[in-house]
């Protein structure tokens, strides 16, 4: 595993890895030059030398040249000290070149061979032509960078409407990803002006606190809902996430009171026992109405239990069927006492049935009319006798007598 120092080129800004290089006694704070890509840089210790993960190194190991002294700050202070007279002959080449542009700020490398000027646009702009003129004007390398709201904040830094110094501007290596959503999740006015920062984007800070919210919210009721308390029920109106309790407006006296999550857990808790316990006894409404319910259905279905059971047993009763057969057929002597004393009554007390009976079961025979003869009206039941006698043809024949056939019930 690697030994490497932590070093940070600014307060706010993320920590790269060095190589050490054999310098003991770094200790966090320290500052020491470093060897960069474009030169020796003025950087300050994060932490202290200490072995990491291979995987945490990303591209080359730099080393550490040696310590700061104190004349390395008085040149850089020198050379940053013409800022405000480098930004004024910048601003005046941009106007000449009729570039969008607005400086933001000048720096000067440690070794002084680059000058860096920091501006932002609405758009990408075309500077080449600016950059070889400031190049002839400074006669030094020359770098243009445009950055966006939040880091012309971090570069020049000032105070937030909390009082504090920003930020990104102190400690804040990363921009925080904020979203409106934060500022309802924690019940904050949508008002750009009371939820922005001096950059005008959403504050930072409101991603400090999110998961504290969504944490506490999500034990809590939500607002509009109705709950049980100890002084009875009531709707929530608000929510107080700092303190994890609940305000409720009582629909009884309409006065808003705070509950604790608990008390209203437990009075909930408590009613519902009592409504279960009333409701095993009968004595509520519901339960009388469901009782009722069921004896209606009881009785309902027991008579049609018995209507069904007498309608069965009237036409499914082989003997029955058989004696209505021998009716139907107009036998002079049917068999009737082969049939018991219930059989005799049914068919004595619905004689209108008995051609009825026959025509709902299938095992009872039907008689069909012919068509086109006129001889054997008298073979038919129901014909009147005068319509028998007048006919010219012969009287049928009388028909054998039926053996009953024993069927098993």
Not at 39 to 53: C, I, M, Q, S
Not at 80 to 90: F, G, H, K
Not at 335 to 350: C, G, V
């Amino acid at each position: 595993m690697p030994f490497v120092v932590g070093i940070r080129f600014k307060d706010s800004g993320k920590t790269y890895y060095f190589d050490p290089n054999g310098i003991e006694a770094l200790v966090q704070g320290d500052h020491v030059i470093v060897e960069t890509v474009r030169g020796p840089e003025l950087a300050k210790v994060a932490h202290a030398p200490r072995l990491v993960d291979p995987e945490e190194i990303v591209g080359e190991l730099k080393p550490v040249l040696r310590r700061a002294e104190p004349i390395d700050f008085e040149r850089l202070t020198q050379l940053n000290s013409r800022q405000d007279e480098l930004l004024a002959r910048c601003a005046e080449k941009i106007q000449e070149h009729g570039l969008p542009m607005r400086l933001v700020k000048a720096e000067y490398s440690f070794d002084g061979s680059r000058l860096t000027f920091y501006f932002t646009a609405e758009k990408r702009v075309d500077f080449r032509a600016l950059v070889r003129d400031l190049a002839r004007t400074f006669r030094t390398r020359i770098e243009l960078r445009q950055i966006g709201p939040r880091d012309e904040a971090k570069l020049l830094g000032g105070i937030g409407p909390c009082g504090r110094l920003l930020c990104c501007a102190t400690f804040l290596p990363d921009y925080a990803r904020v979203s409106i959503k934060m500022a309802k999740d924690q019940d904050l006015p949508l008002n750009p002006t009371k939820i922005s920062g001096v950059c005008g984007r959403l504050l930072c800070c409101l991603s400090y606190e999110h998961e504290q919210y969504v944490t506490v919210k999500s034990r809590m009721p939500r607002k509009g809902t109705w709950v049980q308390t100890p002084d009875g029920p009531g709707e929530v109106v608000g929510v107080n996430v700092l303190r994890e309790t609940v305000i409720v407006a009582l629909a009884s006296t309409g006065l808003q009171e705070e509950f604790l999550p608990a008390q209203i857990q437990e009075a909930t808790r408590h009613i519902g026992e009592v409504a279960r316990s009333r409701n095993a006894e009968g004595i509520t409404p519901a339960a009388r109405m469901r009782a009722e319910r069921q004896e209606r259905r009881t009785d309902q279905s027991q008579g049609r239990q018995g209507e069904k059971r007498l309608l069965r047993d009237s036409i499914n009763n082989p003997d029955v069927l058989e004696a209505l057969a021998w009716l139907e057929e107009s036998v002079e002597d049917p068999p009737l006492d082969l049939l018991d004393e219930d059989d005799l009554d049914l068919l004595s007390a619905e004689p209108s049935d008995s051609r009825a009976a026959p025509d709902r079961s299938p095992a009872a025979p039907q008689a069909k009319r012919p068509s086109g003869r006129t001889g054997d009206l008298a073979a038919f039941p129901g014909e009147s006798a005068s319509q028998s006698s007048a006919s010219p043809s012969p009287a049928a024949p009388q028909r054998p007598r039926r053996r009953r056939r024993h069927r098993n019930t």
